[in-house]
């Protein structure tokens, strides 16, 4: 493992992950491996731990000096009672020779094992993978077919959907952004032409973005009333570069968004994903880790927020690690969820750690 210390330079906003890519995706160094020795400087024990949990959102790679596989993800949930993940793309494991639209395959032949490994039984309870959602250029059209069966026969059980990120940024927020990143991909109609065909094989589209363009994602919604999306991150909110020393602002800017949004029947909300570098509060550079309640304090205006909009029944909480351990322990971000829902009923509790996440993404009950 390549240490770091909390203090380092980050090439990467926190968002994306190096390797072989998508034609016209954003890639960008791989993210910096999180310093054990610091998380470890603020240890709590996991709240509520029989409260069952599905983590809708991680992500599994092996790259130089940066790894996070199953046995990690493992030690991470260890605390808390994980039922079930889902995995989404990362640029992981693609194929190295083939077409090229088809080597995005490989990301989900590799996952595809992870989950056999879990489903054996010889790990634990816990059934990492149990959902897999990959990706394809969605701008081929109506040639992103071939991609999308190979996708669901590389994993006929387990793929529920595809990620074509969206997320563009001004370079003070993304410097090595790649320049033929549309700003608006989502409204692009060789995209849209593309992403019609997700209905046809009923996958769920993940939609990743930044707050500045949330509408775009609603307008996308809107067009494709009968397509499941999965609003990631909450949208996320920027708070460095041209946006650093904003948040007030930021959030005033966002609302609205999220409220437009939320009226989509065809949305549900992700909360969570908001610990990144890119969201500005810094904690890889503090001495020592946040704890639960300082995580709460930061962020419980936009979770409650999110929450208010969508309702309980379209909310799942996400632990979106490794890429939010850079800021956090596992053990922790989850002991914040559960101390912001200790108002909650029992019913409303369950669907956003368990039940909602289930229901979207058709996972077995475990």
């Excluded at 954003?26 to 029989?50: I, K, R």
């Excluded at 190979?150 to 001004?170: E, K, V, Y």
């Excluded at 952004?177 to 989502?186: D, F, K, T, V």
Aim: proline share 5%; aromatic share 10%; charged share 20%.
């Amino acid at each position: 493992m390549s240490k770091i210390t909390r203090r380092s330079l980050f090439k990467s906003t926190g968002m994306v992950t190096a390797g072989a890519a998508l034609p016209g995706l954003v890639t960008q160094p791989a993210l910096a491996q999180t310093a054990p020795d610091w998380l470890a400087l603020t240890e709590e024990a996991a709240l509520e731990p029989e409260l069952p949990i599905i983590d809708p959102h991680h992500h599994l790679w092996d790259r130089p000096g940066n790894r996070y596989m199953f046995e990690d993800l493992l030690a991470d949930t260890a605390a808390h009672n994980v039922r079930q993940t889902v995995f989404v793309e990362c640029t992981s494991m693609y194929r190295a020779d083939g077409p090229e639209e088809l080597r995005v395959v490989g990301e989900t032949e590799f996952v595809q094992g992870v989950a056999a490994m879990s489903a054996s039984g010889g790990f634990g309870e816990m059934r990492a993978a149990a959902g897999i959602v990959g990706s394809a250029d969605l701008r081929l059209g109506d040639r992103v077919t071939s991609v999308l069966e190979a996708q669901l026969a590389a994993s006929p059980q387990r793929f529920r959907g595809i990620r074509h990120r969206a997320a563009w940024a001004d370079r003070s927020v993304v410097p090595n952004q790649a320049a033929n990143l549309p700003e608006h991909i989502l409204l692009d109609a060789g995209f849209r032409k593309g992403y019609a065909h997700l209905r046809t094989y009923g996958l769920t589209f993940e939609g990743w973005l930044y707050h500045t363009h949330i509408a775009d994602l609603t307008d996308l919604a809107r067009a494709f009333p009968d397509t499941t999306i999965i609003f990631n991150h909450l949208g996320g909110p920027i708070g460095v570069g041209s946006y650093a020393g904003r948040r007030d602002e930021v959030f005033a800017a966002w609302k609205p968004a999220v409220a437009a949004l939320a009226q989509c029947p065809n949305v549900v909300a992700k909360v969570g994903g908001i610990q990144m570098v890119v969201n500005g509060y810094g904690w890889h550079e503090r001495e020592r880790p946040p704890t639960s309640d300082a995580l709460l304090a930061a962020n419980k205006d936009w979770y409650n927020y999110t929450i208010d909009q969508f309702g309980p029944d379209r909310c799942m909480f996400e632990s979106n690690f490794p890429v939010d351990k850079l800021s956090c322990s596992y053990t922790v971000l989850w002991n914040q969820f559960k101390k912001l829902t200790s108002g909650f009923s029992a019913a409303e509790r369950a669907a956003m750690f368990h039940d909602t996440a289930q229901r979207v993404y058709r996972l077995p009950l475990v």
